[in-house]
């Protein structure tokens, strides 16, 4: 049974840092895609950052625009986990968060729709 559980969510100031992880059970976090996606009230659910770590361990990863320089992605293979440093926190990067993972070599894509394992959410609230 494939699992996703994210832990460190909270609520900070503006300018504060948070560190998300998610830990993944019944799957290799090798060789597949691993995104955070966010999702405010009333909005869609985005992707926020992508990595993808190769059988040779060279890993790829992708920001968006609104995180770049700010949020870090990053996995530990050998834990099975995938973690999120959010730094320079903003009050607009307030939303659930919620990791998920896709299909071993399966190309990494944008939408929500084409990952089929998911956490539950964690709650990331940052207060100007």
């Known amino acids: 049974q494939v699992q996703l559980l994210e832990s460190g969510g909270g609520s900070v100031q503006a300018g504060g840092s948070l560190r998300l992880s998610c830990a993944v059970s019944g799957i290799t976090t090798s060789g597949r895609c691993l995104v955070w996606f966010r999702q405010a009230p009333e909005e869609e659910r985005v992707r926020v950052a992508t990595i993808y770590t190769d059988l040779g361990g060279t890993s790829y990863s992708v920001y968006a625009d609104s995180v770049k320089g700010r949020f870090t992605i990053s996995q530990d293979n050998a834990k099975n986990t995938m973690y999120l440093q959010m730094n320079s926190l903003k009050p607009e990067d307030t939303a659930m968060y919620y990791c998920?993972?896709?299909?071993?070599?399966?190309?990494?894509?944008?939408?929500?729709?084409?990952?089929?394992?998911w956490g539950q959410g964690t709650q990331v609230t940052v207060s100007s």
């Open positions: 998920a993972a896709g299909r071993e070599f399966q190309a990494c894509a944008p939408a929500a729709d084409d990952y089929d394992y």
